[in-house]
């Protein structure tokens, strides 16, 4: 009579509730990290755009004028490199980043006599973490309630300095 083998590994049927509870397992854990990551974008969102805020109130402070409102003329720096830009969107980027005079003139060095303000961003315009992008569109729209245009960066408007995420 010829023995009975033994029996080594698993059965179909078992093999397959294991993946079905690995499956159920699966789609309640996913989910809780996809919420997680929103989560974070929305927290970098209102952290980004809250230091943007706070740095362009303090350029009103200390010019009168919100940034972008006024050119960055040619002017002479003692300790850096003049830099000149137009009225809009050059002139929001170079004001905020560098250093700069009472009259909104900006270079990329300091002078305790000229260029004392400033830098307000110095690590630049952050990325707006709902929109991928550190744009800035600078608008005169002057009225509150500046609407999304869906750029994927900054609305700022330089007449009300109302600031907002473009995405």
């Given at each position: 009579m010829p023995k009975a083998r033994d029996m080594k590994g698993f059965t179909l049927v078992e093999l397959l509730i294991v993946v079905i509870i690995l499956a159920i397992l699966?789609?309640?854990?996913?989910?809780?990290?996809?919420?997680?990551?929103?989560?974070?974008?929305?927290?970098?969102?209102?952290?980004?755009?809250?230091?943007m805020r706070a740095a362009v109130e303090l350029y009103r402070q200390q010019h009168t004028v919100y940034p972008g409102a006024v050119a960055s003329g040619t002017v002479t720096c003692?300790?850096?490199?003049n830099e000149t830009a137009a009225i809009g969107d050059a002139a929001f980027l170079t004001q905020m980043t560098r250093y700069t005079?009472?009259?909104?003139?900006a270079c990329t060095g300091t002078d305790p006599a000229q260029?004392?303000?400033g830098p307000y961003l110095k690590d630049g315009i952050p990325v707006n973490p709902l929109g991928t992008s550190n744009a800035v569109v600078v608008v005169t729209t002057g009225t509150l309630g500046l609407a999304s245009a869906g750029g994927g960066g900054w609305r700022f408007d330089s007449v009300t300095g109302e600031l907002v995420g473009d995405e």
């Open positions: 699966a789609a309640i854990v996913v989910p809780q990290f996809t919420a997680t990551t929103d989560d974070a974008r929305a927290s970098a969102y209102d952290s980004n755009l809250s230091a003692v300790n850096g490199v005079n009472a009259a909104g003139d260029f004392r303000f």
